[in-house]
């Protein structure tokens, strides 16, 4: 499949005059660091410290590496790393190759990767060697059989027989100035591909060039003043589009990079303690997991200046404990999407109601609206579907045009999925997923609000509620719940609690189910696709017993 990216000329001509989309491209932020600041810090991993003029010559090693394999401009090369240096010296040196970089999220295993490596025809994949249980290189050697495009596997680590060291590829990093063969880049030329679904027969795969990509994040570092004095934080995978916004508004305000290779609570909490970061970007999950184990009680987080959540609607409550937390520092929320990058974020001046209620207004460049069902505007404060255009929008779906015919309204906006509403000021409120609507005999209601509060009870760590099929109303709520440590949690004691807040009975959930673990993406969000299956396993082992 040719990787292609066509957008209207008319789209292009009003994004260029505009200022949104210009010749910048990834390696012209890393020369400009590598220029001005060559010694400061680029990346901090563990004790290991790159400096932005050695992260220069590592990448120069790496895109030399990549012409004696022949990979050349255009090819897609998937990376399956962790947020490691190698992970970034691959995403900087792809591109100054004009290859495509094609994320594939750690979690995956064979199925996934050979449907996602099959789809986007990559020509090699850059993974680890060895991760505990999982020897990704080992895997992807098998893979080749089914994959004739996959030519060449790449592994960080002992390489298996048949792979190539990544060592080996930027082996005269440290010694040679030397530049690899010349090429000539775009920033209309395909840049990354990323996928919102890896198990599908239909993959979405969706690519952007550097234009729409760089646009947003070079508005995001201007809008947040991400500069060299920074340190920024992810919590997110850089396989994912919200950890690679982290990654590159660093990159582009010359900021060092503070990685931790794989969430956990205990982890990030000692990574926050150790290097003092000033920017935290992480999903909702990532805080609440280090607040609901007391990891965060009595640490100086005074050096932080906001931290930015995304991956999943954010609570008030939760949004104010940890701005309480903080120290000084500020709680920013925002809204994105893979196909759109980020369409909305508050800023650093908004008033603390915003900020904690809200994902701010649109990513300079972009528009938002929101739609009644009959395609009509809604009126401010109004629930409705949220639609999106501008200039960091993709132009479509690789190679699925009967998911391009659905996303897209005949005027051109993207239609997102959310539900949402802007209020007079333009601030954006994420209501849930229009699938996640619980249509109970014909009364429709959204189960956000009702998570949010069922959150509050001091037994409850995590909960989602998903429909549940009914005979008669058509669709019942399901709640299921994980638990804080040592605490308890029933039907009658969940109800109490709606009671008590006194949430409409139309909105109460008629079964809980206990777990011990939520399913979650990457980026620690829930997958109420998992749940609904469970609870599907639950009712026909119930059925069985009967």
Request: overall charge neutral; glycine content about 8%.
């Amino acid at each position: 499949m040719t990787l292609r990216i066509d957008f209207p000329p008319e789209r292009a001509a009003f994004h260029r005059a505009q200022g949104w989309w210009t010749d910048e491209l990834l390696g012209d932020w890393l020369a400009r660091a590598a220029r001005t600041t060559p010694d400061q810090a680029a990346v901090v991993q563990g004790t290991r410290t790159v400096s932005f003029a050695e992260l220069a010559r590592r990448v120069r090693a790496f895109a030399r590496g990549m012409d004696r394999l022949g990979i050349v401009k255009g090819d897609v090369v998937a990376v399956q790393l962790p947020n490691t240096l190698e992970f970034i010296v691959s995403y900087l040196g792809l591109a100054s190759r004009g290859a495509v970089m094609q994320t594939v999220h750690m979690p995956y295993r064979g199925a996934e990767i050979e449907t996602l490596i099959g789809h986007s025809g990559a020509v090699a994949m850059i993974c680890v060697a060895q991760q505990k249980h999982y020897a990704a290189a080992a895997l992807a050697l098998q893979l080749k059989a089914g994959l004739p495009r996959l030519a060449h596997v790449i592994a960080v680590g002992e390489p298996p027989a048949g792979a190539v060291a990544f060592d080996d590829l930027t082996a005269d990093a440290a010694t040679s100035h030397a530049d690899p063969k010349p090429v000539t880049v775009s920033a209309a030329d395909p840049f990354v591909l990323l996928y919102t679904s890896g198990t599908t027969a239909a993959p979405k795969g969706v690519p952007h060039p550097s234009c729409t990509f760089l646009s947003n994040f070079r508005v995001a570092a201007q809008e947040l003043a991400v500069t060299s004095a920074d340190q920024v934080l992810c919590a997110a995978p850089f396989t994912h589009l919200y950890g690679l916004s982290a990654l590159s508004v660093a990159l582009c305000g010359g900021a060092t990079s503070i990685l931790l290779p794989a969430f956990s609570p205990q982890e990030f909490a000692d990574v926050l303690q150790r290097a003092r970061p000033s920017v935290i970007y992480a999903g909702p999950a990532h805080m609440a997991g280090c607040l609901n184990a007391g990891l965060l009680a009595g640490m100086d987080l005074s050096a932080v200046r906001f931290v930015i959540l995304s991956g999943a609607a954010v609570s008030p409550d939760l949004a104010t404990e940890i701005e309480s937390a903080l120290l000084g520092g500020k709680v920013l929320q925002l809204w994105g999407m893979t196909e759109l990058q980020a369409g909305a974020f508050t800023r650093l001046g908004d008033t603390r109601e915003v900020r904690v209620g809200s994902a701010g207004r649109p990513a300079p460049g972009n528009e938002l609206r929101i739609t009644r069902d009959d395609g009509s505007r809604a009126a401010p404060g109004e629930i409705g579907e949220l639609e999106m255009r501008g200039c960091s929008l993709f132009a479509g779906y690789l190679g699925n045009p009967q998911a391009n015919a659905a996303a897209f309204t005949a005027d051109g906006w993207f239609r997102t999925g959310d539900l949402a509403s802007l209020d007079a000021e333009g601030n954006l409120r994420i209501a849930g997923r229009t699938k996640e609507i619980i249509n109970r005999g014909g009364v429709k209601f959204n189960p956000l609000d009702v998570e949010h509060l069922l959150i509050t009870h001091p037994a409850v760590e995590m909960c989602a509620i998903i429909p549940m099929p009914d005979p008669v109303l058509g669709e019942r709520a399901c709640c299921f719940v994980t638990l804080r440590e040592g605490r308890t949690f029933g039907f009658e004691a969940m109800q109490e609690w709606l009671a008590q807040h006194a949430v409409s009975k139309v909105k109460w959930p008629e079964r809980l189910e206990i777990i011990d673990a939520m399913p979650m993406t990457p980026t620690r969000k829930v997958i109420k696709g998992a749940l609904v299956k469970e609870l599907d396993r639950r009712r026909e082992r119930e059925q069985q017993q009967q």
